[in-house]
């Protein structure tokens, strides 16, 4: 019997979640609730491999995995009947076949966060989980011009989490930018891929330059030392979205992400 392998796409809001990967029974996770899912559709159990592990309480609204069956299925019926098995927080958003090559983790080429940040003195009630808040003035562009000493091919062991399983912590980052609009700030982050907490990590750095508290070449001084415990805290994860995963050309897989706005 042959062996077909699918690519899914998936956004969900992680408030609700203890991250992507599945952990003890008692975790509420992506993978499980997805895997549990298209098991019903497959009538077999199904082990899914994502883009990127997100962590508890981050979101993703372009979330890619793959998964291997032995059951001929139209498309969307891996779609719609896995929406049907999911929970609301939740969805799988696209299909598609793809070469047994494809890997959702190793084919990717980058991936992209957004990170959203309520800059005003009153904390809000309509986003509390979906954007962090942050009552200081903010100066956004120092948080700018500092961030830029991150590109290209460095070593990020300042922004690495002590729990980070990565054999290495070089990474590429193609692009970072910080802007403001009226009480929101969003940083957007694209790199080749991401260590362990390296996006939260960067982010409470660059607030602690936001706030004036350390100099704009500090974050360059922290590439340089190498060292996570001279590096600012980690940020909160309620801000975080996973909203893109690149991969070559010849895979043609859509692209359905978007991009978290808010506005005042």
């Known amino acids: 019997m042959s062996t077909l392998r699918i690519a899914i796409g998936i956004e969900y809001n992680g408030s609700r979640f203890n991250g992507w990967q599945i952990q003890s029974q008692d975790a509420r996770t992506v993978q499980e609730k997805v895997q ?3 098991a019903k559709i497959a009538i077999h159990p199904v082990s899914l491999i994502c883009a990127g592990r997100t962590d508890t309480g981050v979101h993703a609204t372009a979330q ?6 032995t059951v001929e299925r139209e498309l969307k019926a891996w779609v719609m009947g896995g929406n049907i098995h999911l929970p609301d927080d939740v969805s799988i958003v696209w299909a598609k076949k793809v070469d047994e090559d494809f890997s959702a983790r190793f084919s990717a080429t980058k991936r992209s966060y957004r990170y959203v940040i309520l800059n005003r003195r009153a904390r809000t009630a309509i986003h509390s989980k979906q954007v962090t808040w942050v009552y200081d003035t903010l100066n956004v562009e120092a948080m700018h011009e500092a961030a830029q000493a991150m590109l290209g091919k460095q070593d990020f062991s300042s922004f690495r989490s002590s729990k980070c399983q990565a054999s290495n912590a070089i990474r590429t980052m193609h692009s970072i930018n910080i802007f403001r609009d009226g009480d929101y700030i969003f940083l957007d982050i694209c790199a080749n891929a991401f260590l362990h907490h390296m996006v939260r990590n960067i982010v409470g750095s660059l607030l602690m330059i936001g706030r004036g508290e350390q ?7 922290l590439l340089e030392i190498r060292d996570r415990t001279k590096a600012g805290p980690t940020a909160a994860a309620a801000g975080l979205y996973l909203v893109a995963v690149e991969y070559p050309e010849q895979y043609d897989l859509p692209s359905t992400g978007f991009l978290p706005r808010f506005s005042d």
């Open 215 to 221: 100099p704009l070449t500090w974050m360059a001084d």
């Open 36 to 38: 549990q899912a298209l």
């Open 64 to 69: 890619v995995a793959h998964f291997d069956t």
